[in-house]
């Protein structure tokens, strides 16, 4: 049986009424992406609050960012009731070309500066 299409006309008015009780707060946000930067940044506490089960984050001593180290936000993380933690492996190259040159252009010599230098970064 299809679905009859309404006949009231659509109003233009969205009404919220935000002193209406929802329900108990469950938290805010569950993952981050390099959100904990390291020991006590941010503190226990605010991670606790936001309920972070989740941290994508880059290698040990990678060059993306200057913290947010696997290895320095583990313990802390764990400790605030933390679970995952996803490691971006690009970072545990080092000096991997983030934003390195483009790929060689079709038909490029193998010897030209881009052809090298996307040779360089699929080691």
Not at 31 to 40: C, F, K, Q, R
Request: hydrophobic fraction near 35%; include cysteine; proline fraction near 10%.
């Amino acid at each position: 049986m299809a679905a009859e299409a309404s006949a009231a006309p659509v109003s233009g008015t969205l009404t919220i009424d935000l002193g209406t009780d929802t329900g108990p707060f469950h938290g805010g946000a569950s993952g981050t992406l390099y959100g904990l930067y390291g020991d006590g940044v941010p503190t226990r506490t605010a991670v606790e609050g936001m309920y972070v089960r989740t941290v994508a984050t880059k290698a040990q001593d990678g060059i993306q960012h200057p913290g947010a180290d696997a290895l320095e936000i583990l313990r802390p993380f764990v400790e605030a009731g933390g679970q995952d933690v996803y490691v971006y492996m690009s970072d545990i190259y080092r000096g991997f070309p983030t934003n390195g040159p483009a790929p060689p252009e079709p038909n490029a010599s193998p010897t030209s500066p881009r052809a090298s230098a996307a040779r360089w970064s699929r080691c």
